[in-house]
């Protein structure tokens, strides 16, 4: 992991079919360094969720600069994203995302599918297994999200999300369709993963 950095950031919405351009985000200017535990918070409708996009490079700043490791996000063609995203950034999402007919393994190996062969080598069979053993489903590698508990598909996606090493991890209310106990154990468990 390296630095990243947002310089001046800006960011439109544009709303449906209208012509009207939303400013979600001004001059925003921020530093990442590996190993920080990072939490973007504010009012509904503040750019939280632009930001993120921005990050994740799902979009790109519209003005500013958005440097990932080494490389400028807005000068990357849309493969190149891609591939970033594919290769360096880690989604959370709040609703998990599993694939209903994949088991925990095949929704952990899911973004390695993605990437160039998508070829399941020894190595990723073995980071497979660390992670379920990190998060704690080891005897559950065969079982469909349907068979697992709200905390447990979380916890799948998390290794999910970490199964490339990627530079960067985003969590977007990652507990929020957890009740409070298990959030605090998800939380945790992000946290000793951040120190290992």
């Known amino acids: 992991m390296g630095n990243h950095s947002g310089g001046g950031l ?12 939303v400013h979600a985000l001004k001059g925003v200017s921020v530093e990442f360094h590996e190993g920080e535990y990072v939490a973007i918070m504010g009012a509904s409708g503040s ?24 490389k400028d996000v807005a000068r990357l063609s849309d493969d190149e994203l891609s591939e970033v995203r594919s290769r360096s950034i880690g989604f959370i ?9 994949y088991t925990v393994v095949e929704n952990i190996q899911l973004p390695i599918t993605y990437q160039g062969s998508g070829e399941i080598t020894e190595e990723i069979r ?25 905390g447990q ?44």
């Open 10 to 21: 800006f960011g439109r919405r544009r709303g449906g079919d209208q012509t009207v351009t």
């Open 47 to 70: 750019g939280k969720s632009t930001m993120l996009n921005l990050l994740g490079c799902l979009d790109r700043p519209t003005s500013g600069q958005y440097v990932l490791g080494d």
């Open 93 to 101: 999402f709040q609703s998990y995302n599993l694939i209903q007919q």
């Open 126 to 150: 073995r980071r497979t297994l660390e992670l379920a053993r990190l998060i704690g489903l080891e005897e559950r590698l065969d079982h469909r999200p349907a068979q697992l508990s709200g």
């Open 153 to 196: 598909q979380q916890r799948v996606a998390i290794a999910r999300s970490l199964i490339n090493d990627p530079y960067i991890i985003l969590a977007d209310e990652a507990t929020g369709n957890l009740d409070t106990k298990t959030s605090h154990e998800i939380m945790e468990m992000l946290g000793r993963l951040n120190d290992a």
